[in-house]
T-cell receptor
């Protein structure tokens, strides 16, 4: 199946610093990638949809200046958490959409656990 | 909101038993998908069932879909300890590629 690599898997940073998370599709081209946030024991919350070569589309309530998304190539999307604060601590997961006929299946990275001190 | 609702929220069974999880959704769909998430990891796609299908099998997995009741079920037969994970249903949002995930069922299979 399609493989999505997410890096880093775990990061600790000081409050006020920025953190970049990478999401790569390894064996397929992903014109669309998604960024989710997941709180403990909860479901995934879609933050934004990332389209190659264009601006990301953010979900309501997600600060675009806080969570910068860049999708510069068909295999790489990055999420930068700017000026991180403890409330940004969470599990961030990316996925890439692979269309097969009429199906839209998402392939997920392993996630990044962010802890802001 | 089209968010699916799984039930039960948590399920604990013994190895060898069957596990059944249910999902309800609110709007019309063209397909419904089930994903699995091991603790602290990303999600893995398990199976997709189209709106014109009523049942689908994949190995020990059996998925049903009842569009009149806007519900789906995932049955895992002959469960194993390695099946311990959270299971989410997901439905496409409108005609977009976005998926809306349910709240998940946390399955624990005891050896």
């Amino acid at each position: 199946g399609a493989v999505v690599s997410q890096h880093p898997s775990w990061v600790i940073c000081k409050s006020g610093t920025s953190v970049k998370i990478e999401c790569r599709s390894l064996d397929f081209q992903a014109t669309t990638m998604f960024w989710y946030r997941q709180f403990p024991k909860q479901s995934l919350m879609l933050m934004a949809t990332s389209n190659e070569g264009s601006k990301a589309t953010y979900e309501q309530g997600v600060e675009k200046d806080k969570f910068l998304i860049n999708h510069a190539s068909l295999t790489l999307s990055t999420l930068t958490v700017t000026s991180a604060h403890p409330e940004d601590s969470s599990f961030y997961i990316c996925s890439a959409s692979a269309q097969t006929g009429a199906k839209n299946i998402q392939y997920f990275g392993a996630g990044t656990r962010l802890s802001v001190l | 909101s089209q968010q699916g609702e799984e039930d039960p929220q948590a399920l604990s069974i013994q190895e060898g038993e069957n596990a059944t999880m249910n999902c309800s959704y609110k709007t019309s769909i063209n397909n419904l998908q089930w994903y699995r998430q091991n603790s602290g990891r990303g999600l893995v796609h398990l199976i997709l069932i189209r709106s014109n299908e009523r049942e689908k099998h994949s190995g020990r997995l059996r998925v049903t879909l009842d569009t009149s009741k806007k519900s789906s079920s995932l049955l895992i037969t002959a469960s194993r300890a390695a099946d311990t994970a959270s299971y989410f249903c997901a439905t496409p949002q409108g005609g977009s590629e976005k998926l809306v995930f349910g709240k998940g069922t946390k399955l624990t299979v005891n050896p």
